[in-house]
């Protein structure tokens, strides 16, 4: 076979000598240049260092997306600590102000003693199923609030236990508020006008209305919600311990805690500040 530099024995002709050094001129500057590249290659691959104190030629405001990935999980809490009582205590919860949920209750919280002393009030706290609460963060509220030296408790006259099943002097009860209109009307009251709660006398149930337990009244406003929670178990068991509704003294003084503080702040143009305690002043 015969190839283009000449024949297979003899030497290379001049213009076969001249394209071979031209070749080997071309080779030469291939050479250089990719020398060069693998240079400047090199160059960019030392400034990415592992300790990654480098940048790449794109620039210090470039991120590897997977860096950034990484720097914005390390930024969330990976240990958030749950939401306190106090806290849980002042959120409102969604509930629709029509619901009438099972019509059936069911203890929730357990057996809790009685932490004071005096004449000792035993009580169970029942919850409706299918309502979207915390069982557990109402019996909690009632037991604490009850318990409370400004509450029905102050001054060691009675102390109140919870008991989880059973027999009880009375059974605080969070329910829909077509069930707690429901169980109103047993003992003739009307709740449904204003959506509010009662103590059904003639029943042992104090009906707690877990739209207002969710939601509030305007009186006391989004940022007492707490104090607004307080109240309702108080002015409740208030009825159960056999207190009537009273009335607003003179202005700008605190409402009584049996004053229909959801429906009003205001009576015979005087109007109180809103007041979750029977005694208020003992701490």
Same mark, same amino acid.
């Given at each position: ?68 990935? /990484? ?19 002042? $959120? ?31 009580? #169970? ?13 109402? /019996? ?11 509450? @029905?408790?102050?001054?060691?006259? #009675? ?53 207002? @337990? ?31 509704? $009273? /009335? ?34 003992? #701490?």
């Amino acid at each position: 076979m015969v190839d283009g530099d000449g024949g297979p024995d003899g030497p290379p002709s001049a213009g076969a000598r001249k394209g071979g050094l031209g070749r080997t001129f071309t080779g030469v500057a291939a050479a250089a240049v990719t020398t060069v590249l693998a240079v400047v290659v090199a160059g960019q691959v030392a400034e990415q260092r592992p300790d990654g104190t480098g940048h790449s030629g794109g620039g210090p405001d470039r991120t590897d997306p997977q860096d950034e990935g /990484a720097s914005r999980s390390g930024d969330r809490p990976q240990d958030a600590k749950p939401a306190s009582y106090a806290q849980r205590m002042a $959120e409102p919860f969604p509930l629709d102000a029509k619901l009438t949920a099972s019509g059936k209750f069911m203890p929730v919280g357990g057996a809790a003693k009685a932490p004071g002393r005096g004449h000792v009030v035993r009580y #169970r706290v029942d919850m409706e199923t299918g309502l979207p609460l915390d069982g557990q963060l109402f /019996a909690d509220a009632v037991h604490k609030t009850l318990n409370d030296d400004r509450s @029905w408790a102050h001054g060691g006259t #009675r102390t109140f236990e919870r008991v989880a099943s059973g027999g009880a002097d009375f059974v605080i009860t969070l329910a829909s508020p077509g069930t707690t209109h429901v169980w109103c009307a047993k003992s003739g009251l009307d709740t449904s006008e204003d959506n509010v709660s009662c103590d059904s006398a003639a029943t042992p149930r104090v009906m707690i209305n877990a739209y207002r @337990w969710a939601q509030g009244a305007k009186t006391y406003g989004p940022d007492k919600m707490y104090a607004y929670r307080q109240m309702l178990i108080n002015h409740e068991v208030g009825h159960r311990l056999g207190r009537d509704h $009273e /009335a607003c003294s003179r202005s700008g003084a605190l409402a009584p805690v049996m004053m229909q503080q959801t429906k009003f702040l205001t009576t015979d143009g005087a109007t109180c500040r809103p007041n979750s305690w029977p005694y208020p002043g003992s #701490r």
